[in-house]
């Protein structure tokens, strides 16, 4: 795992000031720049877990609608992210890819009370304490600012509002029984109306999560840790193309689920060499989709594409599922050199009225061997269930039954070496096996369509297996004043569909990123310049529509400025 101080992630040059996006500084991290959603080490972004303070959040996006553009997170909240790219604990499950683990700020630390402005949001956020009787709050608020400066230099570019309020209060002893109530809530609009070719739409989006946690310490050699909590996501699209020639539309759409849920976490340090941690998971989700479609396609477009003329659905369900999960690891330091890890984890779903999982096990182990004072070799070999949430069904593509468990095994090996002046190195190579992946829907020309269900483009991916390897190389050095990294990657993440390798839609190939955190005085400066191979495209010509991501757009490369006063 890497360890990012939530200083450092708010001062990286990142579109929107955003913390999400801030990680993709990390080798094996891929965002398309429209999207804040992470691609970790060739897996999709529904793989990848995120908690805050231990508590998942199934939407930590603005616009989910349209490209998750922004986090739902303020990043000053953030006081560190535990950042795994592949071979984490049996505590996390249920994602197969990788884990932001995000805590937040003590709410003490100074200054109390911030506000901030920016072209992307106008914040407020405010925290304190009362030792006399034990008691601690933190709020934060953003409101989007976007809206206004995008009627200012384009009266076509929509009316995007978007906003999050989150908000904890503590009482008890931090080397005792502590608790604290937290909420986080995020909405959503976004107005668009392109005009000529079609395209209208109206996407509104709601998050709310709200949860009790309590924290429990006896002695140095036990803790325990409870969450209790309830989600509720909303989501409302309306639609529509209306381009005669191509494609006439129309959609609607309403979802909304929620979750009730239960966590808890032990661990026990009875002596120097052995570190015990178990616990458990229950969830109860309840969604409820309506949906609608239509569509209608010109015979040579029908035709090019391989598809009818006509697309017509209207599926209205209430499917209901609960998940039970059980995990242990025992971390021994068998000699003073070498550390070994051995966790399982164990998980099983029941849909209402469709299937019941078998209990589905993940074994996971690793292995740390220090070959030197300033060197070390890395192991790791596990499995990774995930079973799809309440929330994922693919509705809008046709799908009314969640499919099977995907699977995914890992192979990773890593040498960890320091080296003089405060640099460190990193190599880490991986290797992933998915035996059945699920089946999922691209659009093969345009993939930052507002209705992509009803683009004449849309396929359907359903590889037989997939494999991702790849191998990554991060050197970072520390000063008294500045800190400087720098990372290279090379992967290869490949779909096996009908006996053919396709790359996919999201594979880099290569991929280099180098920054600099300086700060000098009150001035705090920030720069990361990056570049990567261009994305799989699949090309179109007069002979027609090629293979499927058998070509690449050009290389891609970016370079981000930041510049901080206090």
Do not use: C
């Not at 995120?50 to 930590?60: E, M």
């Not at 911030?114 to 914040?123: D, I, M, P, T, W």
């Not at 395209?199 to 969450?227: C, H, K, P, T």
């Not at 099983?348 to 070799?377: C, H, K, N, Q, V």
Request: charged share 25%; proline share 4%.
């Amino acid at each position: 795992s890497v360890l990012l101080d939530g200083e450092t992630l708010a001062a990286q040059p990142s579109l929107g000031d955003d913390a999400l996006r801030s990680l993709a500084r990390l080798p094996g991290i891929a965002q398309s720049g429209a999207s804040a959603q992470s691609s970790i080490r060739g897996g999709e972004s529904s793989e990848v877990l995120i908690l805050l303070d231990g508590f998942p959040l199934r939407q930590a996006f603005h616009m989910p609608g349209y490209q998750s553009v922004f986090g739902v997170l303020d990043p000053g909240l953030i006081a560190e992210a535990e950042v795994y790219t592949g071979g984490f604990p049996a505590r996390y499950g249920n994602r197969m890819a990788g884990v932001f683990d995000l805590q937040t700020i003590d709410a003490a630390r100074k200054p109390h009370s911030v506000l901030g402005l920016s072209f992307f949001n106008a914040a407020a956020r405010h925290g304190d304490r009362l030792e006399s009787i034990g008691m601690e709050w933190l709020a934060s608020a953003r409101i989007g600012t976007l809206q206004p400066l995008l009627r200012a230099v384009e009266a076509d570019a929509g009316e995007p509002t978007y906003s999050d309020v989150y908000a904890r209060v503590g009482f008890g002893d931090p080397e005792g029984l502590r608790i604290s109530g937290n909420v986080l809530w995020s909405r959503d609009e976004l107005d668009i109306e392109v005009q000529r070719r079609g395209e209208q739409a109206q996407i509104e989006s709601r998050g709310r999560y709200l949860w009790l946690r309590a924290d429990r310490e006896w002695g140095e050699e036990f803790q325990g840790s409870l969450w209790l909590g309830h989600s509720r996501i909303d989501s409302v699209r309306i639609g529509s193309i209306d381009d005669p020639e191509l494609t006439v539309g129309s959609v609607a759409d309403d979802r909304a689920s929620e979750f009730r849920e239960l966590r808890a976490r032990f661990s026990w340090h009875p002596d120097s060499r052995h570190w015990f941690e178990g616990g458990g998971e229950w969830t109860d989700e309840k969604a409820d989709y309506r949906y609608r479609a239509s569509a209608a396609y010109s015979d040579a477009v029908a035709s090019l594409f391989g598809r009818d003329t006509a697309l017509s659905r209207a599926i209205e369900l209430a499917p209901h599922r609960e998940r039970a999960a059980l995990f242990a690891t025992h971390r021994w330091q068998l000699s003073d050199s070498l550390v070994s890890e051995l966790g399982l984890r164990a998980q099983r779903t029941i849909t209402e009225g469709m299937t019941t999982e078998e209990w589905l096990l993940d074994p996971r182990f690793g292995l740390r061997w220090r070959l030197a004072p300033l060197t070390s070799l890395r192991a790791h070999w596990g499995r990774f269930h995930q079973t799809d949430e309440v929330h994922e069904l693919k509705v809008e593509d046709g799908v009314n039954g969640f499919p099977d468990a995907q699977r995914s095994d890992h192979f990773i090996l890593g040498v960890d070496h320091r080296l003089p002046g405060g640099m460190a190195l990193r190599i880490e190579g991986f290797r992933k096996l998915q035996s059945d992946p699920r089946p999922r829907f691209e659009n093969l020309l345009d993939t930052l369509s507002l209705l992509p269900e009803l683009a004449p483009d849309r396929v359907t991916v359903a590889p037989n297996s997939a494999e991702i390897r790849g191998v990554e190389l991060s050197l970072t050095a520390e000063g008294l004043q500045s800190t400087r990294w720098m990372t290279l990657a090379w992967s290869d993440a490949i779909d096996r569909v009908g006996g053919i390798d396709v790359s996919r839609s999201w594979d880099q190939t290569w991929a280099v990123t180098a920054g600099i955190d300086w700060e000098r005085g009150y001035w705090r400066y920030g720069a990361i310049a990056g570049a990567h191979r261009g994305w799989p495209t699949t090309r179109v010509d007069e002979s027609g529509i090629g293979s499927r991501n058998a070509d690449h757009l050009p290389a891609y490369a970016t370079l981000d400025l930041r510049a901080e006063y206090r």
